[in-house]
């Protein structure tokens, strides 16, 4: 955090080919040690095979599985008194679609190689897994929202 107020948020740019800021963010979290091109290629790559596979809009897709796994609920810890609580807090905005972009690039990287040749087949299996309510994503996701509902009494110690 700085010294001097607030830092003003970013507007990212949108894609050149579908023209959506969503896909330029996805872009961005894809990219590896600063390989910009290999990640547009990546996401380009999987956005036609979704469209070939499931016969749909590829960028309404997107949108709806990202939908589908942000969390809207997690802990975050608050010290009072020496003990560390974990209060259950509602997950808003701009980290709601952090958590979900994280949660599908972790998942969909930890698949196995055998089955797959690129990464981007792996992203397009991961994203119509979760389309059908399946996937290490959407168990993940789960698992943050029964941790919040177990930790439901601390509830009142939201700042």
């Known amino acids: 955090m700085p010294r001097t107020g607030r830092v003003k948020k970013r ?3 949108p894609d050149p080919i ?6 330029t963010k996805l872009i961005n979290y894809v990219m590896i040690k600063g390989k910009k091109t290999v990640s547009e290629k990546l996401v380009y790559d999987m956005l036609s095979k979704i469209k070939e596979k499931t016969g749909s809009e590829p960028i309404k897709f997107l ?8 969390p809207r609920m997690e802990v975050r810890p608050r ?9 259950p807090v509602e997950v ?3 980290r709601k679609s952090a958590m979900a972009m994280r949660l599908l690039l972790t998942y969909a990287r930890k698949r196995s190689n055998k089955e797959f040749h690129s990464f981007s087949d792996k992203l397009v299996a991961e994203m ?4 059908k309510g399946l996937g290490e994503a959407i168990k993940k996701r789960d698992q943050i929202h029964r941790m919040a509902e177990a930790n439901k009494a601390f509830a009142h110690l939201r700042w």
């Open 79 to 87: 010290r009072l008194g020496g003990a560390v609580y974990q209060v």
């Open 18 to 23: 579908y023209n959506n800021r969503l896909v």
């Open 11 to 13: 507007i990212l740019e």
């Open 128 to 131: 119509i897994d979760i389309s």
């Open 92 to 94: 808003k905005g701009d």
């Open 63 to 70: 949108e709806t599985v990202l939908q589908t796994v942000s």
